[in-house]
C-alpha cells in the first residue's frame, strides 16, 4: 500500500502490520524529523 500524510497514522500502519501487507506512507518533513533522519548512521540505510 502506498498513502500520503493523509494515512499516517497508527491505525493505518497496525493495520498493514496485522495483514502482513507492505506499505509506505510519506509523512511531512519537519526540522526535527530532517535532524532525526540525519542522525541515521549510513551503514543503516537500505535499498
Known amino acids: 500500500m502506498r498513502g500520503d500524510s493523509g494515512f ?23 526540522k526535527g524529523l530532517h535532524h532525526l533522519i540525519a542522525a541515521i548512521p549510513e551503514e543503516d540505510w537500505t535499498r
Open 8 to 30: 499516517y497514522a497508527h491505525a493505518a500502519v497496525e493495520t498493514c502490520r496485522a495483514i502482513e501487507v507492505r506499505f509506505s506512507i510519506t509523512i511531512r518533513m519537519s
